[in-house]
């Protein structure tokens, strides 16, 4: 599910679980694997972060939510807040390129990441509440950091996803870019630059960088992430999701 490559002190992690590199719990597990493996490797110094094929991730894998209780999705939001945390404070740059789609957990995983690089076509947002839900991998505290909370609140409240140009704009992605070739060749040149210093400095960098996560904020989305999926709304968003149908809310 998640392709490993390191080559002249840059290591490639590629989501690869069709369709659309949707976010199992299985997916995030190898994730979380992928990074004990980069922390072994001395050599490593800069993290690429892409997704097979058309997308970067269009979300949270929604069938697998169907069949768990409020107590393993509140449990699923804690672990899945540890791991997303773990990249937000690692110890070398971890950069997302964006490209299709980072929609849902997509986008929460493309925000811990330290650079997001987007093509200006990507669609990119939180539309959770089309479901009926709400997003649960602190996907409003980072989106809020990012953007501010008046337009964090409007994409999280609408559910309207934005583009790749207009999230340079606001400041979510560092640059946006006409193709994925271009997008590309920007990430290697990059990573190429960062991985040409030492070690220690990238690390130490890093470290100073690295921000306090605000526990008491995760715990509580835990709790609502966990409780809202036996709401009767979310039932039917997630029913009318798998049916190809619009939700009928109350």
């Given at each position: 599910?998640?392709?490993?490559?390191?080559?002249?002190?840059?290591?490639?992690?590629?989501?690869?679980?069709?369709?659309?590199?949707?976010?199992?719990?299985?997916?995030?597990?190898?994730?979380?694997?992928?990074?004990?493996?980069?922390?072994?490797?001395?050599?490593?110094?800069?993290?690429?972060?892409?997704?097979?094929?058309?997308?970067?991730?269009?979300?949270?894998?929604?069938?697998?939510?169907?069949?768990?209780?409020?107590?393993?999705?509140?449990?699923?939001?804690?672990?899945?807040?540890?791991?997303?945390?773990?990249?937000?404070?690692?110890?070398?740059?971890?950069?997302?390129?964006i490209k299709g789609?980072?929609?849902?957990?997509?986008?929460?995983?493309?925000?811990?990441?330290?650079?997001?690089?987007?093509?200006?076509?990507?669609?990119?947002?939180?539309?959770?509440?089309?479901?009926?839900?709400?997003?649960?991998?602190?996907?409003?505290?980072?989106?809020?950091?990012?953007?501010?909370?008046?337009?964090?609140?409007?994409?999280?409240?609408?559910?309207?996803?934005?583009?790749?140009?207009?999230?340079?704009?606001?400041?979510?992605?560092?640059?946006?870019?006409?193709?994925?070739?271009?997008?590309?060749?920007?990430?290697?040149?990059?990573?190429?630059?960062?991985?040409?210093?030492?070690?220690?400095?990238?690390?130490?960098?890093?470290?100073?960088?690295?921000?306090?996560?605000?526990g008491n904020s995760?715990?509580?989305?835990?709790?609502?992430?966990?409780?809202?999926?036996?709401?009767?709304?979310a039932i039917e968003?997630?029913?009318?999701?798998?049916?190809?149908?619009?939700?009928?809310?109350?």
């Open positions: 599910m998640i392709d490993m490559v390191v080559n002249n002190h840059i290591c490639t992690l590629t989501l690869n679980r069709p369709k659309a590199n949707a976010l199992s719990t299985e997916l995030i597990s190898q994730l979380n694997d992928k990074l004990d493996a980069v922390e072994s490797d001395e050599s490593i110094r800069v993290v690429l972060l892409q997704g097979e094929g058309r997308f970067f991730s269009a979300g949270a894998d929604i069938k697998e939510f169907t069949v768990r209780s409020a107590a393993e999705l509140e449990q699923q939001s804690r672990d899945t807040h540890v791991i997303f945390n773990r990249i937000d404070k690692f110890k070398v740059p971890v950069i997302a390129l789609a980072a929609l849902g957990g997509g986008l929460e995983l493309a925000m811990s990441c330290h650079i997001r690089l987007s093509t200006t076509d990507a669609k990119i947002g939180l539309p959770e509440i089309n479901l009926g839900v709400m997003p649960g991998y602190s996907g409003i505290r980072r989106l809020k950091s990012y953007i501010g909370t008046a337009k964090a609140l409007e994409m999280a409240l609408t559910g309207q996803p934005i583009d790749g140009l207009q999230a340079e704009e606001r400041g979510l992605v560092t640059k946006a870019f006409q193709t994925e070739d271009e997008m590309m060749q920007y990430a290697i040149d990059l990573s190429a630059k960062i991985a040409s210093y030492s070690t220690d400095s990238i690390r130490g960098i890093m470290s100073v960088s690295a921000e306090a996560i605000d995760d715990e509580i989305e835990a709790q609502l992430f966990g409780r809202i999926f036996e709401t009767e709304n968003g997630i029913e009318a999701f798998i049916s190809k149908r619009k939700p009928d809310f109350k």
